[in-house]
């Protein structure tokens, strides 16, 4: 088989720029097992670009996260994708000769050279973003101003590259229990920064924001950098607070996707639900923790409004949890002695519709997430009661089942049991596991023991 051609390898060389690491290594392991020499050659492309990434993985680390999005939608300053491997092809090929040095197999924070040859290939990053910028980031005939701005932004954060690898090693510490030195060492960094442009200390704490996978950490990184930074007053006038303007404005947005979820909605809210509910407790306690709000000042006012917004809107989809249990557990008046009467499981009933039980998982969801987050909204009395009120009215009414499928008295006993397995997942919604095993448990032994009476009444006749 020929070999490639250079247009070929053109072409395959711009292609698998743009192909994630992930498919990277699966294409690897698929091509090595081909045959022939076009094979042959593409398996080399790829271990070389392999070997590529893993150089602009270290020599790039301190502003890799910046080419992508955060994952929890926090605005953060990200740069396109795109530019990525052309700023690196770009800033890697002044001194080819220095890569070998990236291939060392120590961290680079235990080896002097490498992180000499990281920095500096950051530098002549900085220098390619200045002088050739059309060449990285292409004009695509949209925003100019924008891409002009985002030009700027890219040279100044690959200037403070070499600072922020040093800065990033303390990050970890930074955001549980920082020493008085790594205090210290945090405020020189930032003043060192603000000596290479006016608004480096916001810019570095903008790169170390993008290392951080829960954005409400970057609140403590805040005020860390100065020791007046936790007061809103001072903070709210200085250039860090952009950071907690982004925060409150993800739990805003947040609060009105929850706000949102309606009972009956066909769509499983699950995940993302119990995932917006988690991040906006998690935000707002930590911006109670680590900031002094004040009651009065426009960020504890929204911070106020938005518990408000969440109390509301839970509380009053929580509230018409106890009617929407009525369609999954139907009940009808039977008499016990002369006028009096109790009410017991109507067996003769329909199965509750699907739209019914969406809309029972989805306030049951609700409840479940609001385990750890209801004490912050200022809810918590009202979930411990639905949660032991559903607990107790399931069981309840299950009992009742059960007895009257083991009396023989179930008009249907697989339509009755089948009834008692969507209450079960219903208890495993809100995490009564044990009331749940207990339920599955009785309903199996009664379903055993239907079928063994189904089986010998005609042998019996």
Same mark, same amino acid.
């Given at each position: ?20 690491? !992930? ?9 090595? =097992? ?25 020599? *790039? ?5 910046? *080419? ?18 052309? @700023? ?20 680079? +924070? ?7 040859? %990281? ?31 985002? $030009? ?5 954060? *690959? ?45 570095? $704490? ?32 200085? +250039?860090?607070?952009? *950071?907690?303007?982004? @925060? ?5 947005? !947040? /609060? ?30 930590? $911006?109670?923790?680590?900031? =002094? ?80 987050? %209801? ?9 411990? =009661? ?18 009257? /499928? ?6 249907? =006993? ?8 969507? $209450? ?18 009785? %309903?199996? %032994? ?12 005609? !042998?019996?006749?």
């Amino acid at each position: 088989m020929a070999e490639l051609s250079v247009a070929q390898r053109a072409v395959l060389a711009q292609m698998l720029e743009r192909v994630p690491d !992930r498919v990277l290594k699966t294409l690897s392991g698929a091509v090595a =097992q081909m045959p022939g020499e076009r094979a042959a050659a593409l398996s080399i492309m790829l271990a070389d670009e392999t070997i590529d990434r893993r150089r602009r993985a270290i020599a *790039f680390a301190p502003l890799l996260p910046m *080419f992508q999005r955060r994952p929890d939608g926090v605005d953060s300053l990200t740069f396109p994708a795109g530019v990525l491997p052309r @700023l690196w092809k770009a800033a890697s090929s002044k001194e080819p000769e220095l890569l070998l040095v990236l291939d060392d197999y120590r961290p680079i +924070e235990e080896n002097p050279k490498m992180r000499a040859v %990281a920095d500096r290939i950051c530098v002549a990053a900085a220098a390619v973003v200045r002088d050739q910028p059309d060449l990285v980031w292409p004009p695509n005939g949209g925003d100019e101003t924008a891409r002009a701005r985002g $030009l700027d932004e890219l040279a100044l954060c *690959f200037d403070l590259a070499a600072m922020a690898r040093r800065g990033l090693l303390n990050l970890p510490d930074l955001i549980l229990r920082p020493t008085g030195d790594q205090l210290a060492e945090l405020r020189l960094l930032i003043r060192d920064c603000a000596e290479i442009t006016a608004d480096g200390g916001p810019r570095m $704490l903008e790169i170390m924001f993008a290392h951080l996978g829960d954005a409400s950490l970057i609140l403590r990184l805040v005020v860390h950098s100065s020791k007046a930074s936790a007061k809103e007053g001072f903070l709210s006038e200085s +250039e860090m607070a952009g *950071f907690v303007n982004r @925060l409150i404005a993800e739990v805003e947005a !947040r /609060v009105t996707r929850i706000a949102s979820h309606k009972p009956g909605a066909k769509a499983d809210p699950g995940p993302g639900l119990r995932a917006d509910i988690a991040w906006c407790a998690e935000t707002l306690g930590e $911006l109670d923790i680590t900031l =002094q709000l004040d009651p009065e000042g426009t960020w504890g006012k929204q911070a106020r409004e938005a518990r408000e917004r969440i109390n509301k809107s839970l509380s009053g989809t929580l509230r018409s949890l106890d009617k929407t249990m009525d369609r999954l557990m139907p009940s009808k008046a039977v008499k016990t002695a002369g006028r009096m009467t109790k009410q017991a499981p109507d067996l003769d009933a329909e199965a509750a519709p699907l739209e019914a039980v969406q809309a029972a998982v989805l306030q049951l969801t609700l409840l479940s997430a609001l385990r750890t987050a %209801a004490q912050v909204f200022g809810c918590e009395m009202l979930r411990s =009661q639905l949660v032991q009120s559903v607990t107790e009215r399931v069981t309840t009414w299950v009992d009742l089942v059960i007895e009257a /499928v083991n009396a023989g008295e179930a008009p249907d =006993q697989r339509k009755s049991l089948a009834m008692v397995e969507t $209450l079960a997942k219903c208890l495993l919604v809100i995490e009564a596991t044990d009331a749940a095993r207990t339920v599955r448990r009785r %309903a199996g %032994a009664a379903g055993a023991r239907a079928s063994f009476d189904e089986e010998r009444s005609p !042998r019996a006749a």
